[in-house]
């Protein structure tokens, strides 16, 4: 069975890492924790993109890709992510596991070494980043923030959050701002990456099949020039415990066919710290977050309003969104039943079949987490960043025990916040 | 059951052809916490004509989508909510050639086997249902022709081929799915859905011969008859159009390059070819590829661009896309790259690193159990065994990817698509 050990590798440098061998891949993962802030989401987004394009020991994507393919098809990604109000910069990789191997070679020291060397030993020119990179990444992450506009369904939920957190660090975009990014050069970008490099909070996460002390030991050696900083700390979350007096109602023409309807609630001060927490995923459940839940049996499949409505939470900020896609002249009926529906929890109007449905629904979709690689690494980021060291068996535990009457507590103290709907051009 | 190992990749599997013809994979996964049971049969989107005793029947687009709506529909009520109240996430989804049908669950995995047997063997339709679900299939088929992803693509299968049926939308249209009733789904599902058209590939910490035993009691105890299916006239390697254009609400034009290739053979051929496509696919715009860098540098693509291989029964194509603000310059320069490597041959090197990577990519995507059971019942269909890649691997030749290069990455079999922005902006 897995097992996991978390060591701190340098001050303010945490390793956390799964023993396992039933994987056929190493997954391996470093991460930058920076507050997320308007004046340098952009640039943060952007350093592991150029990290990416080269070092000084393989300075383009070529040889970069050459070095991957002799470690059997290695993949670097580098990654962007938001958990709370922390934005999550560096890479995540998997390699094949030592196992499998053609002739039985080892591959975790050359991987580390390769990933040490992608956040550590930049290709340069003049000291700084070279500007060749940073004026094509710069392009990329100008067409990504643009080509946000392109899924019509995560685009809601991004302006909806815009809008609804637009005074907090919440609203910024992971991505940062395209005026930002323009005036992004390779020199301030630079100085960025040597801030964050000796000021961010850093996680690295390895699972796999080799030993801890082995991990540790190909990671310190990977990460052994990283600056040695006593003061790297995990940013905060601000929490706004309450709704305006009002819903804000944000309206936004586009050519498009099919409408979204998105909803923003406050929890009234329940995050992933508080003891109702896992009341809370209970309840976004047996509402929203799964095909069971109220949302898509009546929303969806009873009264055919939308073609998709879910719900989800962001655990950190105490958040709950819900995004539907909807006909344009359904707007307000698909408003007043999912509302409706809302109001049927909070009532504790709740089947023992909803309830018992939600709850192996949530205890399943946990526990198969521990399957696989990257969910996992997703899960301790999101623990990393809260500050918290709850498994993923403690919840599944904490979910058994949830009580319908928990469930439409917490549900009462959801407050609507901001209402958004993408409409069609013409309407 | 007949244990199959594939020791190279550390995998076992385990066969069984039932009584009533249905072909059982399972793949034992003792430390797995999940089990996952993949349900599928041989029929999708593009079996709309097909004769059943003695009798052909022309069936509109998007049928074989709809009945895979439908299914989930049981008398009882309804077997997504079944599953999911005992925790388990099901799902299914409809391709081209197949439609399958699966769940995942960590608890009652038995009882779980169950209801995906008997609703997906069980056909239970009303009118009203048909009625609702065009309601419901249409949001649907109006959210892709959002997605500029999905049209680049549907579009490129329209410029390839001119009478293949993998042209059309596996979803049909608002129009072709009006036309759909009771009996449509009821003729499809006798047609398709027999067991000795069907496979059951489960992994996870299971007993093999458990699963053989569910299967026996809940399906038909003999096998059917099995449509025989018609694709028209066989395709000719020129496009049916050179280049397909549609604006819409989009920040860059989005594209998608397809390579018409030569239809393969069941057996180890198709196994084989898409092998060697792949590779020879790396070779010319992969990752690594010289010119994968040229564009990345040039600023012609971007991260987004993803290639792959693809073949049904009767068609086989390359095709590549993502953004880029000149698409029509990729088009140039991949036709360049690929009159390059048919005169000089592909680099010895980069062909031996290409292999090292795409066979580790391949090992490392066997912990999937998605991709295990899928690759399974898409190889069984084929004719062969999925996992018998790792065996072919090391033989394939640099010779065999220059040919398929050399024939497929012409002029005349390729198409381009290009969704544009609206308004003509950039």
Not at chain 1, 255 to 270: E, H, M, S, W
Not at chain 2, 285 to 306: C, D, M, T, V
Not at chain 2, 376 to 401: H, I, V, Y
Request: some cysteine; glycine content about 8%.
């Amino acid at each position: 069975m897995a097992q996991m050990t978390r060591r701190e590798l340098f001050p303010g440098v945490w390793l956390r890492a799964i023993h396992t061998e039933k994987f056929k891949s190493a997954y391996l993962s470093i991460t930058l924790m920076a507050p997320l802030e308007r004046a340098t989401a952009a640039e943060n987004a952007l350093v592991p993109y150029v990290l990416r394009r080269g070092t000084a020991v393989h300075p383009d994507m070529e040889r970069l890709s050459a070095a991957l393919d002799e470690l059997y098809g290695g993949a670097v990604e580098p990654v962007v992510r938001k958990k709370g109000e922390t934005q999550c910069v560096g890479f995540v990789a998997s390699f094949l596991d030592d196992a499998y191997t053609l002739g039985g070679e080892p591959i975790l020291e050359s991987a580390a070494a390769l990933l040490g060397e992608l956040l550590l030993n930049p290709y340069t020119q003049d000291g700084v980043f070279c500007p060749d990179y940073t004026a094509g990444e710069k392009a990329n992450l100008l067409d990504r923030i643009r080509g946000q506009v392109n899924d019509k369904r995560t685009y809601a939920t991004l302006q909806l959050t815009r809008r609804m957190c637009r005074e907090e660090a919440f609203g910024v975009d992971k991505l940062g701002e395209e005026a930002s990014v323009e005036a992004i050069t390779p020199a301030s970008l630079w100085q960025r990456y040597q801030n964050l490099l000796s000021s961010a909070a850093i996680e690295v996460y390895y699972c796999g099949s080799a030993a801890p002390e082995r991990v540790e030991a190909a990671l310190r050696s990977a990460l052994a020039s990283l600056p040695v900083s006593e003061n790297r700390l995990t940013p905060e979350c601000q929490v706004r415990l309450h709704a305006e007096e009002q819903p804000r109602v944000e309206e936004e023409a586009m050519d498009v066919t099919q409408g979204k309807l998105a909803l923003g609630f406050r929890t009234g001060g329940v995050t992933c710290w508080e003891e109702d927490y896992p009341a809370l995923v209970m309840c976004n459940a047996i509402f929203g977050g799964t095909t069971l839940s109220k949302l898509f049996l009546n929303v969806r499949e009873k009264r055919s309003l939308c073609y998709y409505a879910s719900s989800m939470l962001e655990k950190m900020k105490g958040l709950m969104l819900v995004s539907s896609g909807i006909e344009f002249d359904k707007y307000e009926t698909a408003r007043d039943e999912i509302l409706a529906q809302l109001e049927a929890v909070r009532r504790g109007e709740i089947e023992d079949w909803e309830l018992e449905g939600a709850r192996r629904t949530l205890i399943g979709g946990h526990r198969s987490t521990l399957d696989d690689q990257g969910r996992q690494e997703e899960f301790w980021l999101g623990q990393a960043a809260a500050g918290l060291d709850t498994t993923i068996e403690e919840l599944c535990a904490q979910f058994e025990t949830i009580t319908r009457e928990q469930v439409a507590a917490v549900a009462q103290k959801l407050e609507l916040d901001t209402i958004y709907f993408l409409k069609g051009k013409e309407a | 059951m007949e244990k199959l190992e594939f020791t190279r990749v550390g995998e076992q599997m385990y066969h069984e052809k039932l009584e009533n013809g249905l072909n059982v994979f399972v793949f034992p996964k003792p430390d797995y916490q999940k089990g996952y049971a993949f349900f599928a049969t041989n029929y999708g989107g593009m079996d709309m004509r097909f004769c059943l005793d003695g009798e052909w029947h022309d069936t509109p687009a998007g049928v074989a989508h709809f009945l895979e709506h439908k299914m989930f529909d049981t008398k009882e009520g309804n077997a997504l909510q079944e599953l999911a109240a005992n925790g388990a996430s099901p799902n299914a989804f409809t391709s081209n050639a197949i439609t399958g049908y699966f769940f995942e669950s960590t608890e009652k995995f038995e009882d779980n086997l169950k209801i995906l047997l008997s609703f997906v063997s069980i056909p239970y339709f009303t009118p009203e249902s048909v009625d609702k679900e065009q309601g419901i299939i249409g949001q649907e088929i109006r959210m892709y022709e959002d997605d500029p992803e999905w049209e680049s693509y549907i579009n490129l299968m329209e410029a390839l081929y001119k009478n293949h049926p993998v042209r059309e939308n596996v979803a049909g249209s608002v129009e072709s799915i009006s036309h759909i009733t009771t009996d449509t789904l009821y003729a499809c599902h006798k047609a398709f859905y027999d067991p000795a058209n069907m496979v059951l590939c489960v992994a996870g910490n299971v007993e093999p011969e458990r699963v053989c035993e569910l299967a026996r009691e809940i399906l038909p105890k003999t096998p059917g008859p099995i449509a025989l299916k018609d694709y028209g006239e066989e395709e000719k390697p020129r496009v049916f159009q050179r280049q397909v254009e549609k604006e819409m609400a989009v920040s860059t034009p989005i594209f998608q390059l397809g390579y018409k290739g030569d239809p393969a053979k069941n057996g180890e051929e198709r196994l084989r070819q898409r092998l060697v496509a792949e590779l020879a696919l790396e070779a010319l715009l992969g990752n690594s590829s010289p010119l994968y860098a040229k564009l990345y540098r040039e600023g012609l693509i971007n991260q987004n661009f993803s290639y792959g291989y693809d073949s049904y029964p009767g068609c086989s194509f390359l095709c590549a896309g993502g953004e880029s603000k000149d698409p029509e310059a990729v088009r140039m320069a991949v036709a360049e790259e690929g009159a390059r490597i048919g005169r000089e041959g592909i680099d010895g090197k980069l062909w031996e690193r290409l292999k090292k990577g795409v066979y580790g990519n391949k090992v490392r995507s066997l912990n999937s159990f998605e991709n295990l059971c899928v690759g399974q019942a898409q190889a069984f269909f084929a004719g062969t065994d999925f996992l018998r890649f790792a065996d072919l691997f090391s033989a394939l030749t640099k010779q065999e990817a220059e040919e398929l290069i050399a024939r497929w990455v012409t002029e005349e079999r390729t198409a381009l698509s290009i969704i544009r922005p609206k308004g003509g902006a950039d």
